[in-house]
């Protein structure tokens, strides 16, 4: 099968914009998408226009993660393909090394540039023959505050820090495991102790006295929660949490204590932040021991899938999500991303050994095509998540 063009897509801006018109973007923008053209070494333009509109080709705000976009966030004679989208993802204090301690931030639709990324998804700036901007967009800078009412925050600029070819951009003391971070922790001329009762951000304008929060752990205005404290840990953001939040939600946040540098992977990927999406499923006419779903992650290859993922069958009709299915903890992603489970053994034979797991009949594999199947997170009190699906699902209608 051929997967979608932007396969990122179905996470970060794969929504419509807001309202009954799907090319709706009222106090918003619309714009193109560099990585939507044509495949070429030497061309970053396209080369012909287009008389159908294509809205996977396009990233508009209002979206999923946006309700507007103000002046600050246009550039005019700069085509940056997607805005970035950056956020905090993890912050650490390992037990046994307080030299160790980071902080990691992550964009789902950036990789390989230099923020602001004007040169679209994949691109380096300097390949880029439009990132020569005549109007500058308001910078972006990383706030760190101390807790309980104090004033005093530091702030490192991003403008220009390099987002990796992972999408990760992490800061920790300069020599610190083992090169591994990509900036030093510092504000150039100084140090900065990162506290496991910090708050940070990331911040839009001009910090300290215009500026908008983008995305935050913590708070810098309301008293402090001991429930935020990281002390010999860290703080992780859930895989479900993908959105950058002006304000704090301890329930998009998993803090883990007691852990130490060996369990710890900066700039790694981990499951609170990797994608896994259904890409096919088949119950063919002549063989109904050779159906099968095929899942895929363009993340994390090679991987086994965490704790309290599940593929469950939605009954038509039904406003129910289940939580007994296919327990997919432990199951190895495929090295290319792909993951096939299978409801028979014959099908492994009938699909010359491309099947990973046998799942076997009368699971959510085994599915005749009147159901709808997902992929659900099951919490620890809010019961299962929708973390994708096929088909329908009445509450969303």
């Known amino acids: 099968m051929q997967l979608p063009l932007l396969l990122f897509q179905l996470q970060s801006i794969g929504n419509a914009a807001c309202g009954d018109i799907e090319s709706n973007f009222s106090n918003g923008r619309a714009v193109r998408e560099l990585s939507a053209l044509k495949p070429s070494r030497e061309r970053k333009l396209p080369s012909e226009p287009s008389n159908t509109w294509i809205r996977e080709h396009w990233s508009l705000v209002p979206d999923e993660c ?20 950056l956020y905090v993802r993890e912050l650490a204090d390992p037990s046994d090394g307080k030299g160790n301690r980071f902080i990691e931030l992550y964009s789902p639709n950036k990789r390989n540039c230099k923020i602001p990324c004007h040169g679209g998804r994949e691109g380096n700036d300097d390949d880029n023959p439009t990132a020569a901007p005549s109007f500058q967009p308001s910078t972006y800078q990383l706030v760190i505050g101390e807790k309980r009412g104090k004033k005093k925050k530091t702030s490192i600029s991003l403008a220009g820090k390099r987002i990796d070819e992972n999408g990760y951009l992490v800061f920790c003391k300069e020599g610190a495991w083992d090169g591994r971070c990509g900036e030093a922790l510092s504000t150039g001329t100084k140090e900065i102790k990162l506290k496991p009762t910090d708050s940070v951000a990331i911040v839009i304008g001009n910090y300290p006295s215009n500026y908008d929060i983008v995305d935050i752990y913590g708070s810098f205005d309301k008293s402090y929660d001991d429930s935020q404290n990281f002390k010999d840990g860290r703080a992780v953001r859930k895989a479900t949490a993908t959105c950058p939040m002006p304000e704090f939600n301890q329930d998009d946040w998993v803090v883990q204590a007691n852990m130490t540098t060996d369990e710890m992977n900066p700039g790694g990927s981990e499951w609170w932040d990797c994608h896994l999406i259904i890409t096919e499923l088949a119950s063919p006419v002549n063989d109904t021991d050779a159906r099968y779903v095929e899942l895929f992650s363009d993340n994390c290859p090679g991987k086994p899938i965490g704790d309290n993922f599940k593929l469950v069958v939605i009954v038509a009709g039904s406003d129910i999500i289940p939580e007994e299915g296919i327990d997919l903890k432990d199951l190895k992603i495929g090295r290319d991303g792909f993951l096939v489970l299978c409801s028979t053994p014959e099908a492994n034979v009938t699909y010359v050994g491309n099947c990973d797991y046998i799942v076997g009949k009368d699971t959510a594999v085994d599915n005749d095509g009147y159901n709808s199947i997902a992929i659900v997170l099951i919490g620890e009190s809010d019961g299962p998540i929708i973390y994708d699906i096929y088909g329908e699902h009445l509450s969303r209608f």
């Open 66 to 85: 946006n309700e507007s976009a103000k002046v600050r966030d246009m550039d005019p004679r700069v085509w940056t393909g997607s805005p970035v989208v």
